[in-house]
């Protein structure tokens, strides 16, 4: 029995519950009359919506399947061996509920050589190896073909990627190492280190050919047939493969560097994955494999015993699954069907939402406002909206002509509503505003339509408490842009019924949105939590801190943005208003600063202006700042924002805002863009001992986001 063997089988103790992959060899003859030949399949015995992944068991059985075709090869039985996987799917690497059992640094340091012994085995059999990425392929799965002397990709593969670093890992069965010296170190970190940290995006079929992954790309309808004439022609000499010298000069020194400046952009030195993964990069830059292989096994150890991969699978496993099974949300046999949309409002948020529901449910889609020129311009907007999806070859003429005829525009709400079974306000953020728009919907819209909110702040249950059918009112939070964030938080009124929240959530299924139970409490809780984030940074900057130092002071979380620069984008009168609100509701925790308040009342943007291209703060907001003498350090000011995020999240938790901590950061992520290796926040919280110092105990047990005692 081989040490790989004996290594796996320890290995594979460790993960009872692996779903394991079968590798199973089958032999044909090649076209052109070039030989017999044997191929592997990659399958875990389930269909595609359960993809193939890489424990210790499945590694044993490529293992063995490799055994036999070795075996084959020596004696001249085979002229080449080719890997590729179930329909739809190639591998999606290392299966992660295997990583999140394991307690020892040499367990993890097993699962890294484990998969570098079994996959370096491909790479010397005595015939070519060739892999054929026939579906999605991440991660070990993408590691697997890189060890092949050839690979072709299908055109239709929708997902490729090496995303380990947006998790908190290292590419470790060979990524890190291979890929910079198969296409080069640029390509590579754009690879590794750039798309991972853009939000883990993918690759296309096209993608990976053009950048030299794959060294032939075919239609996916007779993907394996193309691919395996291409191999008999290879083989027989017929087809020359000619890869590009690599640049192992200063371009491979520049591409690092730039890798070094993307991780800081992204993640201001707060998580080690994307450093670790570039040191392996510029060393791999000598051409010796072995070395950067035992670099890689040894960061993957340290990584998996780290708080911020645990974290990471922690916040991986909240958006795939949690995600898409929200906690709380009524039977779904109670929808009713949506047929069409009205929206009260045609400003830019409205028109987002209006082209949002166009997209997804397309159902005609109907905008009302107070005078025809914003009507048109609502309408205007998602017409436009379209024509730039058809101008990108996302849809076709045929249905951007559809999407048009569907979206319309009146003044007059009972001409536009009297058919509608769900329509949704966007108007001014008040109270009175807001009210008197649904008391005119309710007149006109069918008696089971349902009235959805956009408010951000404002009580949904005060919202619909002059109705006559309060119950049918529903709180629909959408973040900006619309069109890039996921989290939609739904907030249940005090009267909400169960239909209405059920159709609420079917919707935004439909939306493809991830969709969070939330009581109706002030400013929900992304707001509130940012808000109360960002108020304890305004406060010491009242107090006396210097902006830069209050704003450097929170760059160790390696959040998305600045706070500041966060204030921009959400705009300083929402931010004051939200403040307002919420001070009205907790006066002792939530202050409304009168240097904020001086900002808005100038018409000032935000604090900064960009004249050199970076952010410098603005000399007119500097001479409207009245700052007292308290004076605060960086690490004074992080403990105080981090005591005050833990204290509200605390709050709201005893307030049953949501039903675990696990939605505060599922929102936090998928609302806010809070990173993987933060998990949200709680989890970061549990790390640095903030939970405990601030509420007397963790937020999550030991062993959730954390490695098991």
């Known amino acids: 029995m081989s040490t790989t063997a004996e290594l796996l089988k320890g290995a594979a103790e460790l993960f009872p519950g692996e779903v394991v992959t079968s590798a199973h060899v089958r032999h044909f003859d090649l076209p052109l009359g070039a030989g017999r030949f044997a191929l592997i399949t990659l399958d875990n015995g389930h269909d595609h919506t359960k ?169 996916g309808a007779d993907f394996l047939e193309q691919s395996l004439i291409w191999t008999a022609a290879v083989l027989k000499g017929e087809i020359v493969v000619e890869r590009p010298v690599i640049d192992r000069g200063e371009a491979w020194d520049q ?32 051409g010796d494999l072995q070395q950067g292989y035992d670099a890689e096994d040894q960061a993957l150890a340290d990584l998996i015993m780290g708080g911020e991969l645990r974290s990471g699978i922690y916040a991986f496993n909240l958006v795939q699954k949690r995600g898409k099974r929200p906690a709380g949300a009524p039977d779904k046999s109670l929808a009713r069907p949506v047929t069409k949309v009205g929206v ?30 914003r009507v048109d311009k609502g309408v205007g907007y998602v017409h436009a909206e379209i024509e730039k999806l058809l101008g990108k070859g996302r849809i076709n003429q045929d249905k951007a002509n559809r999407l048009k005829a569907l979206v319309s525009g009146v003044l007059d709400k009972a001409e536009g509503f009297a058919d509608a079974d769900f329509v949704i306000e966007a108007v001014f953020e008040e109270m009175g505003v807001k009210q008197k728009v649904f008391a005119e919907v309710e007149a006109v819209a069918p008696a089971h339509a349902i009235l959805a909110t956009n408010t951000s702040s404002l ?35 005090e009267r909400t019924d169960d239909a209405a929240l059920a159709t609420a959530f079917g919707v935004a299924k439909k939306l493809k949105k991830t969709a969070v139970l939330v009581k109706d409490a002030p400013a929900f809780v992304v707001n509130r939590i940012l808000t109360r984030f960002m108020g304890e940074i305004q406060n010491v900057i009242d107090e006396g801190t210097p902006v830069e130092v209050a704003e450097k002071a929170v760059e160790p979380l390696g959040l998305p943005m600045s706070p500041l620069v966060l204030l921009e984008l959400v705009g300083p009168a929402i931010g004051l208003h939200v403040s307002e609100t919420l001070n009205r509701a907790f006066p002792e925790r939530f202050t409304v600063s009168p240097n ?114």
């Open 255 to 286: 591409a690092v560097a730039k890798g070094r400046f993307v991780a800081d952009g992204k993640v201001h030195g707060a998580a080690p994955a994307a450093y670790r993964a570039l040191d392996i990069i510029a060393a791999a830059k000598n």
């Open 596 to 709: 904020l308040a001086a900002v808005v009342k100038a018409g000032k943007r935000g604090f900064y202006v960009y004249d050199s291209g970076k952010p410098e703060l603005d000399p007119e907001v500097a001479a409207l700042l009245q700052q007292g003498d308290t004076v605060l350090t960086e690490e004074q000011v992080r403990d105080r924002v981090l005591d005050a995020v833990a204290q509200e999240i605390g709050l709201m938790l005893d307030e049953g805002v949501v039903a675990e901590a696990q939605d505060i950061d599922l929102c936090l992520i998928t609302g806010a863009g809070w990173p993987f290796h933060l998990g949200g926040v709680t989890p970061y919280l549990d790390r640095e001992g903030v939970s405990e110092r601030v509420n007397g105990k963790r937020f999550l047990e030991a062993g959730v986001a954390s490695v098991p005692a």
């Open 344 to 373: 009260v409002g045609a400003g830019l948020m409205a028109s987002q939402l209006a082209l949002l529901f166009l997209r997804r449910l397309e159902v005609p889609v109907v905008l009302t406002d107070i005078d025809q020129e």
């Open 51 to 219: 993809p193939t992944t890489l424990g210790p068991q499945s590694l044993a059985n490529i293992d063995a399947a490799i055994d036999q075709v070795e075996k084959e090869a020596a004696d001249g039985g085979i002229v080449g061996v080719g890997v590729t996987g179930k329909p739809f799917i190639f591998a999606v690497g290392a299966d992660l509920k295997g990583v999140e059992l394991l307690k020892r640094h040499e367990d993890a340091l097993t699962i890294g050589k484990g998969g570098h012994d079994v996959f370096k085995r491909l790479s010397k059999l005595a015939v070519p190896t060739f892999a054929y990425y026939n579906g999605a392929a991440m991660g070990g799965g993408v590691e697997i073909g890189l060890h092949c002397a050839y690979r072709t990709v299908s055109a239709a593969v929708p997902a490729f990627s090496l995303p380990e670093v947006f998790l908190g890992l290292v590419p470790g069965w060979g990524g890190c190492t291979l890929l910079p010296n198969l296409i080069g170190a640029e390509k590579a970190v754009s690879v590794i280190i750039e798309n991972s940290l853009n939000q883990n995006k993918q690759l296309k079929g096209a993608q990976v050919f053009e950048l030299g992954i794959a060294d032939a790309i075919f239609e």
């Open 459 to 493: 009580s949904v249950t005060e919202m619909a408490s002059k109705l006559k059918h309060p119950e049918r009112v529903v709180g629909f939070h959408f973040f900006n842009p619309v069109a890039i964030l996921p989290l939609l938080e739904i907030v249940r009124g």
